[in-house]
């Protein structure tokens, strides 16, 4: 198609859209995943949790140390320690708990640049694991069958940045019991473990508030992006950094007037993103990507373009309605995938994502609010109840084998 015609159909695309939103913009529509109807579920009453009390070093004197760690992307596992704290699920009385939470700050060990290191995590997992296991008797009569963890690593409770040191790692040995809440979600992998809890990335609510748009803003870009596209100090080749998608959206698209694509992070982001119908997630093996979070939040249709993902609270959650999925290997086809997508199609996309329920969802707000990202997380652990009894194990019975994993992970922390 030559350069005359795209504008064409680029005029078409964006006055169509306008007189969209002159008319649907207000309009939502009912949200039901596969769970049903359970965005605006309210887990209080429903399940009671026991926060374990840990010394400081596990996590305030982390945070203390290096306070970047509450604003970076895996900032999940400190807000919910906190809103933990004060949540009328928590119970004081752990004969009561439905649930133990061990409060570990994992990812709070950064580089200069502000990327998380975890090459300290199994150690500091073991040791707050045998402190548990030694003061109380709760984890030993399930091996943390009944306790969750917040491990918001690249990839999740294997504990590392490399995938395939990550996948020769493993999950760690004392976790394979226990409930994940990670941001990590890719089906058929070694480091998500049936029945863990996926969940969104932080990304600043406060700041994306203060970048709201009048909700009648016309859409008038049809396709944006902006990130890497090449790893250029590891991957300059664009081979592995995020399974090649984002360089072949580069390659395939960059003198496309369609596509609204670029390395530069402008100070309007936030806005062109109100302003764009499709947003690219090129999230390869990254499910933790912002960019789900600010599609989502900012109403502009989340372009997936990563096989076997595992999306945050996916039972909850109607991504296929909301999104549109691209096989990596079909990106020199995106073009044509979203200017063939019909009028009403694009419509329903639209009003889902409206509909407050939706955005609340991804966001972990201070304070939190109804239906939040903090209380999905307690609504994904309120459908696992009541546990089956077969987590409890036989006086002397042990599953678990303690000496498993590389010798340095079995170091004192």
């Known amino acids: 198609m030559n350069l005359s015609i795209w ?14 939103y002159a008319h649907q913009r207000p309009r939502t529509e009912r949200i039901s995943g596969s769970a049903g109807d359970v965005l605006e579920d309210d887990p209080v009453g429903r399940l009671k949790v026991y926060v374990y009390e840990l010394p400081s070093k596990y996590n305030k004197k982390l ?30 009385n752990p004969d009561d708990a439905d649930w133990f939470y061990t409060p570990i700050y994992p990812t709070c060990d950064l580089t200069p640049t502000g990327l998380p290191l975890p090459f300290k995590s199994p150690r500091m997992m073991r040791s707050a694991i045998q402190l548990i296991a030694t003061n109380w008797p709760y984890w030993n009569r399930t091996e943390g069958a009944d306790h969750f963890f917040v491990v918001p690593h690249d990839f999740g409770a294997c504990f590392h940045y490399q995938e395939e040191k990550a996948i020769e790692r493993g999950i760690l040995q004392l976790l394979q019991r226990a409930t994940l809440v990670q941001t990590f979600g890719q089906g058929n992998h070694v480091c998500l473990k049936e029945g863990s809890i996926i969940i969104p ?21 049809f396709v944006y992006f902006r990130g ?13 950094y995020a399974r090649g998608a984002r360089a072949a959206v580069w390659e395939n698209f960059k003198n496309n007037p369609l596509f609204d694509i670029s390395t530069e992070h402008p100070t309007t982001y936030y806005e062109d993103m109100q302003r ?10 990254a499910p933790w990507s912002p960019r789900l979070v600010e599609a989502v939040v900012f109403g502009c249709i989340p372009v997936i373009i990563a096989d ?21 290997e079909d990106v020199p086809k995106l073009d ?33 609010q109804s239906g939040d990202a ?21 006086p002397g019975e042990k599953i678990l084998n303690w000496t498993a994993g590389p010798a340095g992970d079995l170091k004192p922390w």
């Open 63 to 92: 945070l203390q140390k290096d306070p970047r760690c509450i604003t970076h992307m895996f900032a999940a596992e400190i807000f919910k320690h906190r809103f933990l704290l004060s949540s009328p699920v928590r119970t004081l």
């Open 228 to 240: 890497l596209f090449y790893d250029v100090n590891n991957d300059p080749e664009g081979g592995y």
């Open 7 to 20: 504008f064409l159909l680029l005029l078409l695309v964006f006055g169509f859209n306008d007189r969209i």
């Open 308 to 328: 076997d993902i595992v999306l945050p609270f996916a039972d909850a959650i109607p991504w296929e309605q909301i999104g549109v999925f691209v096989a990596e």
């Open 336 to 368: 044509k995938i979203l200017t063939s997508m019909p009028t009403e199609v694009i419509l329903r996309k639209q009003r889902l994502l409206a509909n407050p329920s939706m955005k609340r969802a991804m966001l972990f707000p201070q304070p939190a």
């Open 276 to 285: 764009a119908i499709f947003c690219l997630c090129p999230l390869g093996w």
């Open 201 to 221: 990335p932080y990304a600043p609510p406060q700041k994306m508030q203060a970048h709201q748009l009048p909700p009648d803003t016309p859409r008038s870009i």
């Open 374 to 394: 903090f209380h999905q997380i307690l609504n994904g652990l309120a459908r696992k109840l009541p546990h089956d009894k077969r987590i409890f194990l036989k």
